[in-house]
């Protein structure tokens, strides 16, 4: 019998702009590595033609991985590529295996419009992506070289993403709006992570003063032995000051620098057609930074949901403008009354429901997630 996926897409249509489009596949946990990617290549080349999606509308796509990525080979030297004419796309691969027992599940990103997308390679690592309006870089599998402690691979992965954006006219403090942070073992390289990144920060004009950037610190691995930082991260330069705020909800949680963890809760960047909502890796914390609900991984999920649905309600969205979640377990043995819940409350929507330890051991499940609502602005850029 042959292998099958499950495919999930939302789409954000803006009458006469560009549409974004966001879908996830997940093949059956059956058949085998190979199988598997088959199938998830197949349903994910339908998907886009259903969608109407040429070949260069791929931006961005993350296969989260169980095992090495030179298992990825097998499919190709561009996995799950359109075929001719796609061009160069953000790649980012994590070996965070999917849930509750697969070999591979894929997120991807694309955009399309009256306008033609325009991609070129920044530099290594870094794909320069516009269509009339602001530049967008994605920064994807940006690796800790081996024999650096996991502090110094921050150091150099973040020099690398600050040298792209000077490249691209921007800066790190003015145009960096998202980044992820993998790491192979989150228990020994997180404290060093997190001094190097504030540190870095502090050098760049990132401070509480001024902002941080919205982020995911996440037990994944995503460069060879001795790799203990990767980093993915999204940025426009050329953002003006009023496009960008800080998504907060203060009666349900406190600022991550509260307890010296340099990122924001959420951002929201707004264009003269939309607004884009960027949530951080969020947990079951309370307003004073806590803990809620040790050992019910649950009880901790609809608590981190209901957490993201007051990000989102602060910056004038809310859940129904999701455009996909990516769940993090630490425990497989929670998967199967997570996915009940996520079904039963967020059944269609775009999703990855991996493996990966959270930062603190008392966390059981971290949500992150990407919301998009239409929207007119006068006087700001277009997307």
């Given at each position: 019998m042959?292998?099958?996926?499950?495919?999930?897409?939302?789409?954000?249509?803006?009458?006469?702009?560009?549409?974004?489009?966001?879908?996830?596949?997940?093949?059956?946990?059956?058949?085998?590595?190979t199988a598997q990617a088959r199938a998830a290549a197949a349903a994910y080349a339908e998907a886009a033609r259903e969608l109407g999606l040429a070949p260069d509308s791929a931006i961005f796509r993350r296969i989260f991985l169980k095992g090495p990525a030179a298992r990825l080979k097998a499919l190709g030297a561009v996995p799950f590529s359109l075929g001719p004419g796609e061009g160069p796309v953000a790649l980012s691969v994590v070996r965070q295996p999917p849930l509750p027992g697969g070999e591979l599940t894929l997120l991807a990103y694309h955009a399309q419009g009256p306008r033609p997308l325009r991609k070129r390679r920044l530099a290594p690592g870094h794909l320069s992506v516009s269509a009339g309006g602001l530049r967008q870089v994605w920064s994807a599998g940006l690796n800790g070289r081996p024999g650096l402690t996991a502090a110094e691979q921050t150091k150099e992965i973040f020099s690398d993403l600050a040298g792209a954006l000077r490249r691209a006219g921007g800066t790190l403090a003015g145009g960096c709006v998202r980044t992820w942070l993998f790491m192979g073992d989150i228990a020994s390289a997180y404290p060093g992570m997190v001094a190097a990144r504030s540190e870095f920060f502090k050098r760049h004009g990132l401070t509480r003063a001024t902002h941080f950037i919205s982020s995911t610190g996440i037990e994944g691995a995503t460069g060879g032995a001795g790799c203990q930082v990767g980093l993915d991260a999204y940025s426009v330069p050329g953002l003006r000051?009023?496009?960008?705020?800080y998504l907060n909800d203060f009666s349900r949680l406190c600022r991550a620098a509260d307890y010296d963890v340099t990122f924001e809760r959420g951002t929201r960047v707004r264009y003269a057609d939309r607004s884009h909502y960027f949530i951080s890796g969020t947990a079951s914390i309370d307003k004073a930074g806590g803990i809620l609900y040790p050992g019910d991984a649950l009880r901790q999920l609809k608590r981190t949901m209901g957490n993201i649905g007051a990000l989102l309600r602060s910056g004038g969205a809310g859940p129904r403008d999701l455009m996909y979640l990516v769940v993090y377990l630490r425990n497989p043995s929670d998967h199967r009354r997570v996915a009940a819940y996520l079904e039963d409350n967020f059944g269609g929507l775009p999703l990855a429901v991996v493996r990966g330890a959270v930062c603190r051991p008392g966390w059981l499940v971290e949500v992150e997630g990407v919301a998009a609502a239409p929207g007119k602005t006068a006087g700001l850029p277009r997307f």
């Open positions: 042959a292998t099958t996926a499950t495919v999930r897409s939302r789409v954000l249509r803006i009458p006469g702009g560009t549409s974004e489009y966001f879908i996830s596949v997940t093949p059956a946990p059956s058949g085998g590595f000051p009023g496009q960008v705020s």
